[in-house]
């Protein structure tokens, strides 16, 4: 039962008419649909009425102050809930941020096939149906000597096509240092059941000898499966079998050997003194016959699965029905496409593609970085914040070059009196979102991962939370 006072007080709640009628609504009116408005607006409404009824002496909100929670909640309905965020966190392949930012003219790609039709499958020269399969083919086969070709979704829907193709109802051998797990949502093990395909694990966790492996092949046997051990490694007591003896092993048998490479590159760190990641010309030279890698780890591009290996198997994939669900869409091939170009000139490549771009720079030049953008800060907000730059290490993440740590500088930012979790909060809660990390008492933003362009967010980001 209501006392006579709750009926009163409800009684001078705005009724939603009137309430549209506010100038502060105008606005909104003409932005949204009518019946929208009149949603939030009950909705609003609802809630204040509970509220008042929880109370013993309510006074109803004025409706200035519901015309300003109803153009809040609009807005916050109708922004973009997956949008860019500024990542001061130094992992260049951060999963939970999207992995690998495009390059300029992989976004340019993107937009002209999106904007348009496109020639995906339709051949021009012939006038005649084409195959969206055509288009990077070519530009794969020349970055790395393969045969053959192949996109799919992504790493993940390239090792079930394989699988599922050359080994359904048959056994696989991996060794068992191998069965990885990555990121939680990858595991082979996991993929191999849904492949159809039997697993049989050789050696131990730290070692498999040539014996394992020639002991575990029968008539059975399909496929030899090397997986990239990406995000861990084994040190100590180790053995395993190397890539051209795996290849050896295979082709004495007859069976055909595949490697998930996870992260796969083109461009070889190595030589700039960046892990031991080999590339997938290495791979292929060695004599692997199918070797499947990410889009967008290292190489820098979208996510897309690429197969890369002997015509003869790649020819079985592209007749496997279940690659109709795998298949990449338009704007995946176009940024695909235009991250390969780069990689004609490996230089352009290390210019071009931001994941490249960001693994190579210098620490002098990410302290510099830092410096300006403190400087920045400084000039828009006086001695408000306690800063300095200092040394840090950056990794790659995403699963890729586990253990190599990355020279880096960071700024170092504090409040004299805002909590630094407050401070991480705030960031992460604006718009754009501020990434950065928290050590003891402070607020770390690595610039390894930061453009210049976005220093000025940064700046603006600070300007907010401190008002
Ligand atoms: C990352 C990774 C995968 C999964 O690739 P996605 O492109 O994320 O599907 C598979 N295998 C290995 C070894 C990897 O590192």
Redesign the pocket.
């Known amino acids: 039962m209501l006392t006579k006072e709750q009926q009163q007080a409800l009684r001078r709640l705005p009724a939603v008419h009137l309430l549209l009628e506010h100038p502060l609504l105008a606005p909104c009116l003409e932005r949204f649909p009518r019946q929208m408005v009149v949603e939030v607006a009950n909705d609003i409404l609802a809630m204040e009425r509970r509220r008042m009824l929880e109370i013993d002496d309510p006074t109803p909100p004025d409706p200035e102050r519901i015309a300003v929670r109803i153009t809040e909640t609009l807005d916050r309905l109708t922004a973009p809930r997956l949008r860019p965020v500024i990542n001061g966190s130094g992992i260049v392949l951060h999963t939970n941020l999207g992995r690998a930012r495009l390059s300029k003219a992989a976004l340019r790609a993107v937009r002209d096939v999106a904007l348009s039709y496109s020639n995906l499958e339709y051949r021009l020269h012939t006038g005649q149906r084409g195959s969206r399969h055509e288009h990077v083919e070519g530009i794969l086969r020349r970055l790395t000597g393969a045969e053959s070709a192949l996109v799919v979704n992504?790493?993940?829907?390239a090792?079930l096509l394989v699988l599922r193709t050359l080994a359904r109802g048959r056994e696989v051998i991996i060794s068992r240092g191998q069965m990885?797990e990555?990121?939680g949502s990858?595991r082979v093990s996991e993929i191999m059941r849904e492949s159809g395909a039997r697993l049989v694990e050789v050696g131990t966790t730290n070692k498999t000898r040539r014996e394992d492996i020639e002991g575990a092949i029968s008539e059975e046997t399909a496929l030899l499966l090397k997986?990239?051990t990406?995000?861990f490694k084994i040190i100590g007591f180790t053995e395993s079998v190397s890539r051209e003896e795996m290849v050896e092993i295979a082709r004495k048998h007859g069976i055909p050997c595949f490697e998930?490479?996870?992260?796969g590159v083109l461009y070889d760190l190595r030589a700039r003194g960046i892990g031991e990641e080999p590339t997938v010309q290495e791979c292929l030279r060695a004599g692997v016959d199918l070797v499947s890698f990410?889009?967008?780890?290292l190489l820098g591009g979208p996510?897309a699965?690429i197969i890369v290996g002997k015509k003869q198997w790649i020819d079985l994939l592209k007749k496997n029905q279940l690659l109709r669900a795998l298949r990449v869409d338009k704007m995946t091939l176009a940024a695909l496409e235009a991250t390969l170009h780069h990689y004609l000139n490996p230089e352009e490549a290390a210019r071009e593609i931001p994941v490249l771009r960001q693994i190579l720079k210098e620490p002098g030049e990410i302290r510099a970085s830092a410096e300006r953008l403190m400087d920045r800060l400084r000039e828009a907000l006086g001695e408000a914040l306690w800063m300095e730059v200092i040394p840090t290490v950056s990794e790659v993440g995403?699963?890729?070059l586990p253990g190599v740590e990355l020279p880096s500088f960071c700024l170092s930012i504090a409040h004299p009196h805002m909590p630094v979790h407050r401070m991480e909060e705030g960031l992460r809660r604006g718009n754009p979102p501020v990434i950065g990390r928290l050590s003891r008492d402070r607020l770390l933003l690595d610039l390894r991962t930061v453009e210049e362009e976005e220093h000025p967010h940064i700046v603006d980001a600070f300007r907010r939370i401190l008002k």
């Open positions: 992504n790493n993940a829907a090792v990885v990555i990121g990858f997986v990239h990406s995000n998930d490479l996870g992260s990410s889009g967008d780890k996510q699965g995403g699963g890729s």
